[in-house]
């Protein structure tokens, strides 16, 4: 027998009684525990957690302007080192007010994603007009994603959520995989954090939001230079943009390369 | 090769045998400082976010008003925090429609001490300082350990720069080991709770590379709450 420690192990504190209520002594009747099933269907070698991502996705880059919010995220999805699906979307409409940027593990990815879309189906099936905003589908992302890291089963994904909220005001978010969220007018996923992010906030006057054509230029001057430092980039990328007429995805756009300075670096 | 006991394990996954990688902790930075007074108490919190060397964002309020007299700071672990205070306002607004009527900061202490404790073998990974205005119209002030332990002071400092706040709190808020002249301490106003508490902010964000950018200030009176901003080093 094998698996049998796994099959005896009980998650810490799952039972005891729940608050007010009497313990159950044993003799008494055994309450049947309800337990996820990734830890309650065990493999050869116990049970199984993704120890690390497969597939995954570079960088997301998100900025807010005074009328919505744009994403951008370039069209790799690498396998290890190698540049394996190379026109891949990784910015997605959610509905008419949210979209969302994934980087990380692509299949964890594509997992939430279908989640979310049968919500938006759900929500449509109401037939009452009202749609879920960008700040309650990121919300309902870090209870997914704690919930996950709390059972040390987390999907490998940073994402980023941004939209138009009911009162027309605009909204930009990255969730992270342990389930930590924040807001502010830019975030980034992956080596944008390093490289775009302080390229961004240099270029942030003190007294106002972005405009769209500010964010839009940003977008552009960023993801180029990922694309010069970052090796698992591309020269492709999709922006998807939010503002108070919908949500749309533009491109895929080119990064203008332009490699004639390569031939005066020197020395290494 | 043997000899450093690298032949003992086999290439191949044996059960039993885990190897540690995802780490569902992280520290995500920041400082809490409260100071409470006969009739007020001032708490604040600076609003960096981040993890390593990188700012996530400069505009992170540490702060959650939980009632007209009570705010909660917590740091350490943000998405712990997120989900510890996300509990604390649904169980305060529970409390309010069973028995309709707000909940004391003594009942939330201990109420925040329960709910720490219930996690006691995967705690939240939080530093908590809990201010209001209790019973008797008196400022307070509790702070927690990660496991829900709670203790009533009149100012703690908490957070990544919590050891370097509290001996200036010990020395100008405490009066520790100083020589009155038999003389009884002055008696604490709101103007200088404040004073301090942005000092201690301002004297730590040169040295803690994880407190700094602006300091939220809460000013808990019978009255309500008033609201501070100060700017603090942004590197």
């Keep these: 027998m094998l698996n049998n420690y796994n099959s005896m192990a009980q998650p810490l504190w799952q039972n005891g009684p729940t608050p007010g209520a009497f313990y159950n002594f044993t003799g008494g009747q055994q309450q049947t525990q309800k337990l996820p099933k990734e830890l309650t269907t065990a493999g050869p070698f116990g049970t199984k957690r993704s120890t690390s991502s497969i597939t995954t ?4 880059l998100g900025i807010r302007y005074d009328g919505g919010v744009m994403i951008a995220a370039d069209t790799l999805v690498s396998y290890g ?25 692509f299949a964890d990815i594509q997992s939430i994603k279908r989640t979310i879309d049968q919500k938006m189906i759900e929500d449509q099936c109401y037939a009452d007009g009202i749609s879920m905003k960008p700040k309650a589908l990121s919300s309902w992302l870090t209870r997914v994603l704690y919930n996950r890291r709390s059972r040390m089963n987390p999907l490998y994904i940073d994402v980023v959520v941004g939209g138009i909220e009911q009162d027309g005001t605009p909204f930009l ?8 969220a924040h807001e502010d007018y830019v975030v980034a996923t992956g080596f944008a954090r390093h490289l775009a992010l302080p390229l961004v906030r240099e270029r942030k006057p003190k007294d106002r939001d972005f405009t769209a054509e500010e964010a839009s230029e940003l977008i552009r001057k960023c993801m180029e230079v990922l694309y010069y430092r970052d090796t698992r980039n591309m020269a492709q990328y999709t922006v998807g943009v939010c503002n108070a007429t919908g949500t749309t995805i533009d491109g895929p756009c080119k990064v203008s390369e332009n490699w004639s300075f390569a031939a005066t670096i020197k020395g290494y | 090769m043997s000899s450093l006991g690298f032949e003992q394990f086999p290439d191949y996954q044996v059960p039993g045998v885990s190897h540690a990688d995802f780490s569902p902790y992280e520290s995500n ?23 390593g060397y990188n700012i996530h964002t400069r505009t992170q309020s540490k702060l959650f008003p939980l009632s007209n007299k009570t705010v909660l700071a917590s740091t350490g672990c943000w998405c712990d925090t997120l989900s510890l205070t996300g509990l604390m306002k649904v169980r305060m607004q529970s409390y309010e429609h069973t028995h309709l009527k707000t909940m004391t900061t003594d009942a939330v202490a201990q109420m925040l001490s329960i709910t720490m404790y219930n996690r006691r073998f995967f705690p939240y990974y939080v530093s908590n300082i809990l201010a209001g205005i209790d019973k008797d119209g008196k400022g307070v002030v509790f702070s927690y350990d990660p496991i829900g332990h709670c203790e009533r002071a009149t100012y703690r400092a908490g957070g990544t720069a919590g050891s370097l706040l509290q001996p200036v709190l010990d020395n100008q808020i405490g009066y520790k080991n100083m020589n009155l002249n038999g003389e009884e301490p002055p008696v ?31 000013i808990i009176t019978a009255d309500g709450i008033e609201t501070k901003e100060l700017q603090l080093r942004q590197d």
């Design chain 2, 188 to 218: 604490l106003t709101k103007e200088r709770a404040v004073a301090v508490a942005s000092d201690t902010f301002i004297s730590a964000a040169e040295r803690d590379i994880y407190t700094g950018d602006s300091v939220l200030i809460n």
């Design chain 1, 57 to 60: 996705g570079s960088s997301v």
């Design chain 2, 29 to 51: 930075g920041g400082s809490i400082v409260a100071i409470a007074g006969e009739d007020f108490v001032v708490i604040a919190a600076d609003t960096r976010l981040s993890s």
């Design chain 1, 81 to 105: 080192s190698l540049a394996r699906y190379q026109n891949i979307d990784r910015v997605f409409p959610i509905n008419k007010s949210i979209i969302l940027g994934g980087g990380g593990d």
């Design chain 1, 173 to 180: 978010a990255n969730v992270d995989l342990r389930g930590r």
